[in-house]
């Protein structure tokens, strides 16, 4: 009784990680939806709201693991893949375990180059003393990355040759994603703008904020692998997020953008999460309750800044640069 009871502990931990690390994690891409859904009539919002979360949970959180767990898989056929979803298949769960390297390593690396790139080239609110040195050299981001892939991929190749592969497609992914993500936020901006307004109806601006969450949601999936590989979790805990992110984006963004240091929390989590991922595919052992432990410390931390920042306590709050 006592380990079924640590074991709901350790999953109800982890569904709080995962949806706190999915909300979190979206707030920027919140904000601007709040500003493109302000344009629009109540009846878009409330479709926003009620199906925008059918289609962001149930075919963008659930078909995205389940494509990532296939593209690491290819050889299981889709029973297989429920069955490693689903059930403790002896079989499919040592496939599963034995190709865990591959994904981890191209989960890492692609979350660690999120870090830098917000590190080096992104405007933030300052949180932490270096990071505006960082921000001022956002010339060297190309340079430290690059060498980041090339040390992984020098050990990665020794260990298995799959998994430098692996890391090079993490990296390929980050920079197809990214240049995803710019041509939305420039088109997003149009519209916020009024340049797009014209030709673009409620129906068509629901679509395309449909089309970016996919796009922004690649982080929260990808993270969610550091805290655990079962898919029905994963569904929960990223589902909640996007909830909760629905409903901030429709009812209470204002009290939100006040809290300015959240996505440095949200930054700072996802480094964690790829440095856990990465000591995992190369055979480190680490404790299952490390990644949402991570995630409640660093979100916790500059929520407290940010508290401290809105109240203005003390001026500035503690170790802003």
Known sequence: MAYLSVDLLLILFTIIGLALFESISSIDNAVINAEVL??????????????????????????????????TNPG???????????????????AMEKSSPLLLSAGGVFLIFLFFHWLFLEPKKFGLAGE?????????????????????????????????????????????????RQSAEAREKEMLAGSANSDMNDVSKLLYLEVIDATFSIDGVIGAFAFTFF????????????????????????????????????????????????????????????????TFACIGFFFWKSLAETKGSSGKAPGVA
């Open 132 to 180: 505006r040195f960082f921000y001022a050299k956002g010339i060297w981001f190309y340079a430290a990355v690059s060498a980041i892939l090339l040390a992984i991929t020098w050990f990665a190749i020794n260990r298995e040759a799959l998994m430098a592969f692996a890391a090079a497609a993490g990296s390929t992914a980050f920079f197809i994603t990214h240049g995803f």
């Open 231 to 294: 898919i029905p979790l994963i569904l929960i805990g990223n589902g909640l997020g996007a909830i909760i992110v629905r409903t901030i984006t429709i009812r209470n963004i204002e009290n939100v953008k006040k809290y300015v240091f959240l996505k440095n929390g949200a930054m700072y989590s996802i480094f964690f999460l790829g440095s856990v991922m990465l000591l995992e595919a190369f055979g480190v052992a680490v404790p299952v309750y490390a990644s949402p432990l991570v």
């Open 38 to 71: 302000s344009k629009t009539s109540e009846r878009a919002r409330r479709w926003f709201l009620f199906y925008g979360i059918i289609i962001a949970v149930v075919f963008v959180r659930f078909l995205l693991p389940v494509a990532i767990l296939w593209a």
């Open 76 to 94: 299981l056929s889709p029973y297989d893949l429920a069955m490693a979803m689903f059930s403790d298949s002896g079989t499919v769960k040592d």
